[in-house]
């Protein structure tokens, strides 16, 4: 069995390695980039018994994975090390303690563990606090006398250390209580209350983002879309979630009549992972913000408090404690905070989503839409907010939801004005948008038993 599944990897890794790391290096640096294809054939190799039929989508979706990884560590270590580096001159070791102040508040939420882990780290300084640059100019933490014990302590703790010096206060908030795009909200929020959970999580839809291309002097946009499946059971014994990017179905269309024209010009090229521009249209990674260095949640849902105002205050701590507070904290929340809704990872509870839903109800500067229709066509009840950057001008996100269930059916970035990076999108385009065919909890498990399954 063993020299078999030698010999299979063997034969995946000669048939896709370099369709694969052509992919990758469309992404990255070389040096990068074979760190990132090595992961992903590792990843293979520890699943080669539960590989698809056709799996190179699914090795595009590994690379994918360990592209987004590596880029939020090493943006986070960047974060970390520019900051500044903390160096306490002639003060006793007392990171024993600050440990104990990790270990005994494992089971608290994010915003409670982090704030009491401060407060033990606070009450124990004495002397000074300095800033020190070792011989590459660049920032580094110091805690004389305490390496090996800081080095057990979590990521978080290590974070909270930067907040004993200059914490950043969450901003307080000023709550909407009333008004249509509040009332809309609270009503899903009714509705996620009533919702009984079943034994997986189904959801069927589809991911869209705006390209701009550029070749041998034709202009255009196009709009690339692909069909995205997630399975997420509730119990363990039901298998591991499966989130799947149908990257060999990416639909092209031309945004307006004259990129229409263009586009026909240029010989109507096809999708292609080949990073020549002649061999057909690259299709970048959908961004995880409307930023290139847009920071996201990452945090566990199981940890999030239900409580809408302890929900904000705990999601805000855990983003600035990871890098710093967003410039629009209300902006950030109303974008970000709906990826909970539609997480292809865990899915949350239904008082997370409700409260997820009274959270956003509460925001200053939430616009209701009235009944609009959703890119399927149909019926949909809509909120939505604008966020204004330079590159990307302003954007209008939005919320469709369905009137009748807890379903987010849209959620969409309109250009009301663009900006540097999007300057030939019209206005009225969805730079991003991702659209649920159907999404909700269900008796029914897939077709195929997911990986890891037990009965």
């Not at 609270?186 to 509705?191: G, I, V």
């Not at 959908?286 to 920071?295: A, H, K, N, S, Y």
């Not at 410039?327 to 909970?340: H, I, M």
């Not at 066509?377 to 909120?383: H, Q, W």
């Amino acid at each position: 069995m063993a020299d078999d599944a030698a010999e299979r990897f063997t034969v995946l890794f000669r048939r896709h390695h370099a369709r694969v790391r052509a992919y990758v290096l469309r992404r990255t640096d070389e040096e990068r980039a074979d760190d990132v294809v090595a992961e992903a054939f590792t990843a293979a190799w520890r699943h080669i018994d539960r590989l698809p039929e056709d799996p190179l989508p699914w090795l595009y979706r590994a690379a994918h994975n360990c592209l987004n990884n590596d880029r939020r560590s090493r943006r986070r270590r960047d974060r970390l090390a520019g900051r500044l580096a903390l160096h306490h001159e002639d003060a006793p070791d007392h990171a024993a303690g600050v440990v104990e102040e990790v270990r005994l508040r494992e089971d608290l939420e994010y915003g409670e563990r982090e704030e009491a882990v401060l407060r033990g780290i606070t009450a124990r300084r004495r002397g000074r606090w300095r800033l020190e640059r070792n011989r590459r100019s660049r920032l580094r933490w110091a805690l004389p006398g305490t390496a090996a014990a800081v080095s057990a302590v979590a990521a978080a703790a290590v974070v909270v250390a930067w907040n004993a010096v200059a914490p950043g206060s969450i901003p307080e908030q000023r709550f909407v209580t009333s008004g249509p795009a509040h009332a809309v909200l609270m009503a899903a929020a009714e509705k996620a209350d009533r919702t009984e959970p079943k034994r997986f999580w189904h959801a069927q839809g589809e991911v869209g983002e705006v390209i701009q291309r550029d070749h041998r002097g034709h202009r255009y946009t196009l709009l690339a879309s692909f069909p995205t499946e997630t399975w997420l059971p509730r119990d363990p014994v039901d298998g591991d979630g499966v989130h799947s990017y149908d990257l060999g179905s990416v639909r092209l269309r031309p945004v307006s009549p004259a990129d229409a024209r263009e586009y026909r010009l240029d010989g109507s090229p096809q999708p292609n992972e080949n990073p020549d521009p002649d061999a057909g249209v690259a299709i970048p990674d959908v961004p995880e913000g409307p930023r290139p260095d847009d920071r996201v949640f990452e945090g566990d849902p199981a940890r999030l408090p239900t409580d809408p105002a302890r929900l904000r205050t705990a999601i805000l701590t855990w983003i600035r404690d990871r890098g710093g507070l967003p410039e629009d904290p209300d902006a950030w929340l109303f974008r970000e905070a709906p990826n909970l809704l539609t997480d292809p990872v865990s899915q949350p509870s239904q008082r997370l989503r409700a409260a997820v839903y009274r959270m956003l109800a509460g925001l200053p500067g939430v616009r209701d839409m009235g009944t609009v229709r959703d890119p399927l066509g149909r019926s949909a009840l809509g909120v939505a907010m604008d966020e204004t950057s330079r590159d990307l001008g302003t954007l209008q996100w939005q919320l469709l939801l369905s009137p009748s269930e807890d379903f987010l059916m849209t959620t969409r970035a309109v250009v009301v004005r663009p900006g540097t990076a999007n300057s030939r999108v019209p206005a009225g385009t969805a730079q991003y948008y991702t659209v649920q065919r159907t999404a909700g909890w269900t008796d029914t498990p897939p077709a195929r038993r997911l990986p890891g399954a037990r009965r």
